[in-house]
C-alpha cells in the first residue's frame, strides 16, 4: 500500500514455492510478528457481541477468509481495504497475509507426544503489516 492508500500490487504465491532465500525473509517476519507484545508490537482485536451476532461482523468475516485458505480473491480484495480502511499508517507499508495448518500431535497413553498421528489439525491465517 502506498501513501494514498492504493494498493500497489498484490502477489498470491505458495510460500513453499519461493526461493530458499526469500522463504527464510518470510518466516524472520513472522517470527517477529509471534513475538511481540500487545501495544508495542501486535493488536488487540476485540469483537463486540452486538456487532458479532450480524451475519457481516468482523469475526464472520475472518472465518469465512480462514475457510476459504485465501483462495477467494473477493474476500481477500475486502480483507485489504478494510486493513487500509482502518490503519492509519501515513506512509507506504505491506500486507503479508499467509493461511497455514498445524498438526497437533497425538499423546499417546502412557503421555508422549506421536507427531506421525495427529488429533486435530489447527488452520489459521496469520497477518504481519510491515
Not at 514455492?17 to 518466516?27: A, D, S, T, V
Not at 481495504?81 to 498438526?103: C, R
Request: aromatic share 14%; charged share 30%.
Amino acid at each position: 500500500m502506498d501513501a494514498d492508500k492504493q494498493k500497489r500490487m498484490t502477489l498470491k504465491e505458495a510460500f513453499l514455492g519461493l526461493p530458499e532465500e526469500e522463504m527464510f525473509k518470510y518466516i524472520d517476519i513472522f517470527r517477529k510478528t509471534l513475538s511481540g507484545s500487545i501495544g508495542k508490537t501486535l493488536l488487540n482485536m476485540e469483537f463486540p457481541t452486538e456487532q458479532e451476532t450480524k451475519e457481516d461482523g468482523t469475526q464472520v468475516f475472518l472465518m469465512k477468509l480462514l475457510e476459504s485458505k485465501l483462495t477467494d480473491d473477493e474476500l481477500l480484495d475486502a480483507f485489504y481495504d478494510k486493513v487500509i480502511e482502518n490503519y492509519g499508517y501515513p506512509e507506504n507499508y505491506f500486507i503479508i497475509l499467509v493461511h497455514d495448518a498445524y498438526d497437533i500431535p497425538k499423546i499417546t497413553t502412557d503421555g508422549i507426544e506421536n507427531f506421525d498421528a495427529s488429533e486435530y489439525v489447527y488452520d489459521y491465517i496469520l497477518c504481519s503489516i510491515c
